[in-house]
Nanobody, 124 residues
């Protein structure tokens, strides 16, 4: 069974940093485009960042550009999201996602596999 396991969430003050990790189990995801989504209470799940392959092009939602960095370590089969200068509006459950076939996971309909989510809370 394929699983995406996230870690690294927590509580941080505004301006602080967190690094999320996503470690797939059951198969290697080196050929998948991978990404991150988030969902705040009462809101729809939204795209945050995506990467097609290690050291390849990266894509970001406008509000996180310049603050968040998505990266992949192929040797560890792990996806990361480095989040700097966090803001209270970044508070949400963050989900790791693997794209369907060759699709870049920038919309929920393009996602083949989801992680269980990790809570990020930014206090003001």
């Amino acid at each position: 069974q394929v699983q995406l396991v996230e870690s690294g969430g927590g509580l941080v003050q505004a301006g602080g940093s967190l690094r999320l990790s996503c470690a797939p189990s059951g198969r290697t995801f080196s050929s998948y485009a991978m990404g991150w989504f988030r969902q705040a209470p009462g809101k729809e799940r939204e795209f945050v960042a995506a990467s097609r392959w290690t050291n390849g092009p990266t894509y970001y939602e406008d509000s996180v550009k310049g603050r968040f960095t998505i990266s992949r370590d192929s040797a560890k089969n792990t996806l990361y999201l480095q989040m700097n200068n966090l803001k209270p509006e970044d508070t949400a459950v963050y989900y790791c996602a693997a794209g369907q076939n060759t699709l870049l996971p920038t919309t929920p309909t393009a996602v083949a596999y989801w992680g269980q989510g990790t809570q990020v809370t930014v206090s003001s």
